[in-house]
């Protein structure tokens, strides 16, 4: 575990491409409203994310895509339907993923470094080897020197990294993120979009990102997959053969735009005056 | 830097203001001592009862039944909340009875706990841990069940269990509110020490209150009223400075407002 990369190199040996990581079967999620009503929030899910991939899943919201991955990282139970994690089925959160949120959930009374090595002490990681991991991981990101910083000394932009470092701190194959930069500027968010395409090829992790940027999700991913609401389904999964590393040059490429146009016709007619974004 | 020089410049002049219009007021109204003394009379008074050592006793006295109740408020207020937040059902039972104790005006039982408990310190030790107990339960409970949704979420996800997710999030997240009941229940112990003194007692500042405001000695009154004010003053002081010094990382610009109640 001194070296990551060769580590997750064997991983890749071991687990031979074609085999999906994440396994999502039938899925259904039913909710009882407050008037007691019977609400569809996904329904027929299929969806097979492979070792390593980057998988974007765009949708307006109320399309269930935030339930979606609620369930894929243990913290809701399906209603009917399968989800497992590398052949397991997922009952519960597994240490085998590591997740952000749209807010960056830090621990105001814990320093940067403690925030980011919360989950390796949760579940109780050799210490010296966890604190290596994150201090590489903080340096990854640019939060070099800030380790002794509280979280009400960091812009959002700067929590936002520790909690993406503190998803990755107990080495997980899976993130998980929802919507992570959605509460960001644009300018900051171009940035953070730079950086996780820098860690992800850092990292290679198996990256699920929920966002309801189309730009964003094209310009992440390797597949895209198109949500529409009422009740959630998928409408279609969009394979993003851009070229990497990709770059602010990417967003220019006619070969981009098409792509965004594509998936922007596919949401219109579920969202009137959607075609703006 | 330079505001808030000025804002302490300031609140030392309407102070100054304030007590030299007190005194012009009760000079040129011919106000007799014994309704209004003049701020001057009672720095006599004050300087007098200091030299005497006249209130050091009661002091004393008061003093203890505000530091006893607050002891056993707070502590019974803090373990009772915590029981109540990791049982959600206590709480579910007892809430509406809280409630409706809440509404009380705990002082107004004060007479039965002369009865109960007699005329020594025991019965003010009493009234005071009972009004310092509802604030400190009512913010413990608060804050306990103040923990963000997102963040519970957080915990769960990477694998902490009911009691690290209470020892690393619920705990150190309900802290401001607790350190808020503190400050609350603080002001409140100096309120019921006084009352309870001013329903049955043989000693205490409450007590002194009555048999001077018995001889119209107001200037005496006044000082007393300096005297348990600064005791007030003080005891905020220490919660304030232990409590800036523990949840650091609230920002604090109500820092004076809780005085107000």
Request: glycine fraction near 8%; aromatic fraction near 8%.
């Amino acid at each position: 575990m001194t070296n990551p990369h060769i580590r997750l190199v064997a991983d890749k040996v071991a687990a031979p491409d074609g085999a999906p990581l994440i396994r999502v079967a039938g899925l259904e999620k039913r909710f009882t409203s407050r008037h007691g009503e019977d609400v569809v929030a996904l329904t027929g899910i299929d969806l097979e994310v492979r070792r390593g991939e980057f998988l974007s899943v765009v949708g307006p919201s109320g399309c269930g895509k935030s339930t979606l991955m609620r369930i894929v990282a243990g913290l809701l139970g399906p209603t009917k339907g399968n989800v497992s994690l590398d052949g397991k089925p997922v009952t519960g959160p597994s240490n085998d993923v590591g997740i952000v949120f749209q807010a960056a959930t830090l621990l105001a009374w814990r320093t940067v470094i403690d925030n980011a090595m919360l989950p390796a002490q949760l579940q109780r990681l050799d210490p010296a080897t966890s604190r290596a991991r994150v201090e590489r991981l903080l340096k990854l990101v640019g939060l070099e020197g800030f380790e002794r910083k509280y979280p009400f000394e960091l812009s959002g932009g700067m929590q936002q990294r520790v909690a993406i470092c503190r998803a990755l701190s107990h080495d997980p194959s899976i993130l998980l993120m929802d919507e992570p930069f959605g509460a960001l500027d644009a300018m900051t968010r171009e940035q953070m979009n730079l950086e996780l395409m820098h860690i992800w090829s850092d990292e290679q992790k198996t990256v699920v990102f929920i966002t309801h940027s189309i730009p964003e999700a094209v310009f992440l991913a390797d597949r895209v997959v198109v949500m529409t609401p009422r009740p959630g389904r998928i409408a279609r999964i969009i394979e993003v053969e851009l070229p990497r590393p990709r770059t602010l040059a990417t967003l220019a490429e006619a070969s981009f735009g098409e792509l965004c146009g594509k998936i922007r016709a596919l949401l219109a007619p579920s969202i009137p005056g959607m075609a703006h974004l | 830097m330079k505001t808030r020089v000025g804002i302490q410049v300031g609140r030392a002049a309407i102070l100054i203001g304030f007590l030299v219009l007190w005194e012009l007021i009760v000079d040129i109204g011919k106000i007799p001592p014994f309704i209004v003394p003049a701020p001057s009379s009672v720095g006599v008074r004050l300087y007098q009862v200091v030299i005497e050592g006249t209130l050091w006793p009661h002091t004393l006295v008061t003093l203890s039944e505000i530091l006893a109740g607050l002891a056993i408020g707070v502590a019974a207020g803090l373990l009772f909340g915590v029981t109540v937040a990791l049982m959600p059902l206590a709480e579910d039972l007892v809430y509406p009875y809280l409630v409706g104790i809440q509404t009380l005006p705990k002082v107004a039982i004060a007479p039965l706990l002369i009865i109960w408990f007699g005329y020594g310190m025991t019965s003010k030790v009493v009234i005071t841990a009972l009004v310092a107990f509802f604030p400190m339960l009512v913010n413990v409970m608060a804050g306990f069940h103040s923990a963000d949704r997102d963040q519970l979420d957080m915990m769960r996800a990477f694998g902490a269990s009911r009691w690290r997710t209470f020892l690393n999030l619920r705990l150190p997240n309900a802290l401001p509110m607790i350190f808020a009941g503190l400050e609350i229940s603080v002001v409140f112990a100096v309120i019921g020490a006084v009352v309870g003194e001013f329903v049955g007692a043989q000693a205490g500042l409450g007590y002194m209150i009555t048999v001077w405001n018995f001889n119209l000695d107001v200037a005496g009154v006044f000082t007393i009223l300096v005297v348990l004010s600064a005791i007030g003053l003080s005891l905020h002081g220490i919660v304030k400075f232990i409590s800036r010094r523990t949840v650091f990382w609230v920002n604090r610009d109500r820092d004076e407002k809780i005085l107000g109640i």
